[in-house]
């Protein structure tokens, strides 16, 4: 019979494993409490969270919310960073924190319930960020709109001053 404290992590698990919209497991052995800490500020500062469990608990989450697909990475220590908002900031956080540390292993990435590849991790989370990308999309659509409207106002500029120094050669004459 489970105890109490099991049944309410594995309700817990099964929450975020039904809430978020990607998640990485990953392998946390010999990450210091200084870094925990830091790591867990800047993932919930990035609408994400950082929850060590047992692998058992976490198997019974995944199976009974169906994401039984990943039950082989749960071996050895394991630890999980659920994202809810931008899927892509969890990783990119975990990833440069990773490069900095060499800890935690990523063992595996789910992204809207799509399984990636160690390799396809570090690709997505090096790629620009949301935020990032509307920037560029926005200026590329801004810039020619600017250049039409400003090479407009010189056409008119010249017009009137065109139009101005025929008035003043009229009057002179």
Known sequence: MPTQEKVNTI??????????????????????VADLT??????????????????TLLKIAAKETGHDQINEYFVGPTSMVFGFGDASVPAKILYEFAKKTDIPKVKA???????????????????????????????A???PIVKFIN?????????IGLVDALAEKKENE
């Open 38 to 55: 830091v790591l867990r500020r800047d993932l919930k500062k990035a609408d994400a969270e950082f929850r060590i469990a047992k692998n």
């Open 151 to 159: 090479m407009l106002e010189g056409t008119t500029r010249e017009f």
């Open 141 to 143: 659509v801004e810039g």
């Open 109 to 139: 990435y789910v992204l809207e319930n799509q399984l990636y590849t160690i390799e396809e991790f570090k690709r997505i989370a090096q790629l620009p960020g949301r935020e990032q990308v509307l920037a560029t999309l926005l200026g």
């Open 11 to 32: 309700d817990v698990l099964k929450d975020r494993f039904e809430k978020s919209n990607s998640y990485i497991i990953a392998d946390h052995t010999g990450i210091n």
